[in-house]
């Protein structure tokens, strides 16, 4: 069974940087076609796709965020780490990580989201 | 980027109704498109990839169809666990989402 459970901190201020770590089980990144990517949800709003990371260490990223974010993998420690850096309050929102596989590349399962708050 | 564009934004349905939910994109997508639900509080759920096929353990009153710019999320007969948000989702070029259909008991 595939689970992926998300954590970090509630609240950041303005201008700092953000770290979230998704950790999952039931599957490894050291495995051809597995990929692990990072969707964030503003509260009441649409999703959006931030980051993706391949089990060969290859990455993508949201052109709109791209100069702000960086997406590693721990694969002993079963983990992938975002990396936000300058937040501001519009990135107040609920981050969730995904796994996919090859060559579907859809998210499923998802974690069940962590809700960071960029306030002062 | 592949801007994608759900109507409508709500729809107001009753149990056993069937419900159509639209996702255009601005520019052809093959069949590179996913339909996601997702409940209060919850995380979202994958139902159909590749425009038309169902993942796994999704009843078969969920369809998708489409290919190329237009598509289509069809439930066939509606339950009182389908009223929830569903979102399009693009793999084309990078990723995007639709802005989301919220199906709601009329």
């Known amino acids: 069974q595939i689970t992926l459970k998300e954590s970090g901190p509630t609240l950041v201020k303005p201008t700092q940087t953000l770290t979230l770590t998704c950790t999952f089980s039931?599957?490894?990144?050291?495995?051809?076609?597995?990929?692990v990517g990072w969707i964030r949800q503003p509260p009441g709003k649409a999703l959006e796709w931030l980051a993706l990371?391949?089990?060969?260490?290859?990455?993508r990223y949201s052109p709109s965020l791209r100069n702000r974010l960086t997406i590693t993998k721990d694969t002993s420690k079963n983990q992938v780490v975002l990396t936000l850096i300058n937040m501001d309050p519009a990135d107040t929102a609920t981050y969730y990580c995904g796994h996919s596989r090859s060559p579907l590349l859809w998210f499923g399962p998802w974690g069940q989201g962590t809700l960071v708050t960029v306030s002062s | 980027e592949i801007v994608l564009t759900q109507s409508p934004a709500t729809l107001s349905l009753s149990p056993g109704e069937r419900a159509t939910l639209s996702c255009r994109a601005s520019e052809p997508v093959s069949s590179y498109l996913a339909w996601y639900q997702q409940k209060p509080g919850q995380a979202p759920r994958l139902l159909i990839y590749d425009a038309s096929n169902r993942a796994t353990g999704i009843p078969a009153r969920f369809s998708g169809s489409g290919s190329g710019t237009d598509f289509t999320l069809t439930i066939s007969s509606l339950e009182p666990e389908d009223f929830a948000v569903y979102y399009c989702?693009?793999?084309?070029?990078?990723?995007?989402f639709g802005q989301g259909t919220k199906l709601e008991i009329k």
């Open positions: 990371i391949y089990w060969n260490n290859d990455k």
């Open positions: 039931g599957f490894s990144l050291s495995t051809s076609g597995v990929a």
């Open positions: 989702q693009q793999r084309s070029n990078l990723y995007t």
